[in-house]
């Protein structure tokens, strides 16, 4: 049963019940079909909002200064969020990027 819930097919409802949920869209693809989730969210009908936003200032670790081609002592940003559509989380994702306001 926690794992129908878990997957958004049930609703258990403390002294109420157990209820089926109804078939809704789902915003799902492969790797096969690289599309940013707003624009599967656009093809599907959907609406997409962003929950739990957090933008802060980091050093840049020897791992991320080298993906990033800047020294250790630099600053990056990053930016992680939860993408919902109808109150219930898509994806989480975290973006860490140079810090242009130096």
């Known amino acids: 049963m926690r794992s ?13 019940g157990t209820f089926v949920v ?3 869209p789902v915003i799902d693809a492969g790797l096969e079909l690289l599309e940013s989730l707003d624009t599967m969210a656009e ?3 959907l609406e997409i909002s962003v ?11 020897k791992e991320y200064a080298t993906v990033l081609n ?9 930016v992680r969020r939860v993408m919902c559509e109808d109150r219930r989380p898509v994806a989480y994702l975290v973006d860490v990027l ?5």
């Open 98 to 102: 140079p810090d242009d306001s130096t």
């Open 51 to 61: 929950t739990d936003l957090h933008v802060e200032s980091i050093p840049a670790e």
């Open 4 to 16: 129908f819930e878990t997957q958004g097919l049930i609703r258990r409802r403390q002294g109420a």
């Open 70 to 78: 800047v020294s250790p002592s630099s600053k990056l940003t990053r």
């Open 43 to 45: 093809r599907l009908g």
């Open 22 to 24: 109804g078939q809704v």
